[in-house]
């Protein structure tokens, strides 16, 4: 009888380790989630803490950025307002760098010893013109030169001779023309044209 207390006692004694050491393990464990709950917790109110003076500078610097941004929308509403007005300066500046090439390369395609006297733009179909030439020249080859050089632009889609007339100024022959250069409807680009030499 005394031996079975005596064992019963040491196993007692052995579940009660055994329980001690299990509840400082699970003490050991909770004290160890508490501390990452607490770490991870310090962590994510810092991150808000963060954010929010972050918001708070943006939404300073919005507020410093207000009257800009009003400024802005109001410049792009009169844009708007204005933009018939642009597109038809557009218009009118592209249609002068036309103009202005057409004379140059009209200035290109003369022959020497060939002047014109007169020039004129005759309105044709929607976005067609022709340009119409009166000149004097020493003689009937150049007539011809003039209006090579000028069917070898790309401004023109042909050109035609209306008339020629010889005269005389002093003791000078000369030959009176008329040609008519009709331009293309598309916008003109800087052309090349003839550069035949006189003979």
Not at 11 to 18: G, H, S, T
Not at 105 to 133: F, M
């Amino acid at each position: 009888m005394a031996m079975v207390s005596i064992n019963m006692i040491a196993a007692r004694r052995a579940e009660r380790l055994r329980l001690a050491r299990v509840t400082r393990i699970l003490s050991f464990t909770v004290c160890t989630a508490a501390a990452l709950l607490v770490t991870v917790m310090t962590v994510m109110f810092g991150r808000i803490v963060n954010v929010k003076f972050a918001t708070a500078r943006v939404e300073a610097e919005l507020v410093k950025l207000q009257p800009t941004i009003e400024r802005i929308n109001a410049i792009n509403r009169e844009r708007a307002l204005l933009q018939p007005q642009i597109a038809v300066l557009d218009d009118a500046v592209q249609n002068t760098m036309r103009w202005h090439g057409v004379m140059a390369d009209l200035q290109r395609s003369i022959p020497p010893q060939t002047w014109l006297t007169n020039l004129s733009v005759e309105r044709q179909s929607e976005g067609e013109a022709r340009v119409r030439l009166n000149g004097v020249t020493v003689s009937q080859k150049l007539v011809g030169e003039a209006m090579l050089r000028l069917n070898q632009n790309q401004l023109y889609n042909g050109v035609d001779l209306h008339y020629t007339q010889s005269g005389k100024v002093g003791d000078r022959n000369t030959v009176e023309f008329e040609l008519a250069a009709h331009l293309k409807p598309l916008k003109g680009e800087t052309n090349e044209v003839a550069t035949a030499k006189t003979q």
